[in-house]
């Protein structure tokens, strides 16, 4: 493919970056990507309280301002959509329907975050083998709560949990061999739903690999699941469109032959 394509990076819109919309825009288009979704975070949930974030009615509204405020100033083969990343869409999943339901969006990325339980999975202690795997049974369960659900285009980062253990030193690795049962009904259903999977590369910046994992890939593949997109999960314009190079050698090698672009939360596919 000749250019790049990122569909999963975040703006000042989100609470965790301080990235000007305008420059995160041009970082990625410097970075060589031509077709870009900026998905910032819709948390319906503060990670703090577990309580409803109220500031998630205003992300998709934001979103179009933001797109908008720069159209005229951007490159003439930029092609620049407007999606979110929305968290949580269990625990109030009338609210994921309403603001998933914003006519200008083109795509939307569905994540899990934060358990019920025990709050965000970025704050847990992973020194104990068996609360990790409490942490995957219970992430594992959550993915599947919002594989069942039609408020998202694409799952974000399945097994990106891990990132957090091994910071710790230590990994909760989500594996064919210990969870391949539960893997494969949650990517069986996304496919059943016409729904897709990202390869985000967040993870091979900072050493903690590809999420989904190549074995997580393959099974996706092998099962028929066809719609998988880029992101590099960007929150600075100094991580615009790292490891995308890198990202799509990994579908290729999964056997992957083409990419979702989205628009208007239609896929269209273009080789790689
Ligand atoms: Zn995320
Ligand atoms: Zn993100």
Known sequence: MAFLTDQHCHTDISLDSSAPYYDMVMAEYNA???????????????????????GCRDVARRELEACRAVQDRLPADMRLRMGMELAELI????????????PWLDFILGSCHLTKEYGDYHEQDYSSPAFCEELLDIYLRDLQRVADMDYFDVMAHIGYVRRYAIRQGTDADLTLKKHGDRIGTI?????????????????????????PSAEILKLYRSLGGEIVTLGSDAHRPRDAAKCLDAGQQILRDCGFRYLALFTKHKPEFIPI
Do not use: M
Request: a negative charge.
């Open 187 to 211: 990517l069986k259903t996304i496919i059943q739903n016409g729904k897709g999977i990202e390869l985000n590369c967040s993870g091979l910046r900072d050493g903690c690999g590809p999420f």
């Open 32 to 54: 060589g990507v031509r077709w870009l979704c900026v998905t910032d975070h819709c948390d319906t949930v503060d990670w703090r309280t577990l309580r409803f974030h109220p």
């Open 91 to 102: 625990f109030y999943p009338e609210l994921a329907q309403e603001l998933s339901g914003a």
